[in-house]
């Protein structure tokens, strides 16, 4: 799907306080794909700072996921045989997204907006579809929000709709 997004990372850094920074991704930006995606580097962070803080027990405490780790796994995971799916920009408003993912390390939330900046539910996105994918979009997104829950990380706004 041709859907841009704009994901934007905020929280402490490991070194003090960090500016947020943003990514355009200029396809797959829907929710069924995005909350899949950032689950899968979310999860990837996890464990890659639990390595690192058996390793060097002596900097446990500073080995947390923080936006710097997520951005360089992101664009990672995205990367694919066509190159980068997803770039570091300047501001959240340098690209017009249709669906813009605020991900705060400290608050442990992902927010779910339009480009206007007003809360989405991202189930929304399954009345845009009108064909027989919808249960299994409607699965895969539950499925990625409740394993983002098991992480820790909770996705706002989200009202699951009735089936």
Known sequence: MGTPTVITFQGAGNYGP???????????GDPVTQLRD????IRKAATLV?????????IAERCVVTPET???????????????????????ESTGGEWV???????KTIEVTDEDG????PFSYLEKLHDQSVPQHRGSLEE???????MGFKVLPCERPER
Do not use: K, N, W
């Open 144 to 150: 990625s929000i409740e394993l983002l829950g098991d």
């Open 38 to 41: 950032l689950y899968t580097v």
């Open 118 to 121: 007003s809360p989405v539910d």
């Open 50 to 58: 639990q390595e690192y803080a058996s390793e060097a027990p002596h």
């Open 70 to 92: 997520l951005i360089g796994l992101y664009i990672g995971e995205t990367t694919g045989c066509f190159g980068m799916r997803a770039e570091i920009i300047t501001s959240s």
């Open 18 to 28: 960090a500016a947020a920074r943003h990514l355009y991704r200029h396809l797959d």
């Open 101 to 107: 993912y605020t991900i705060d390390t400290d608050a």
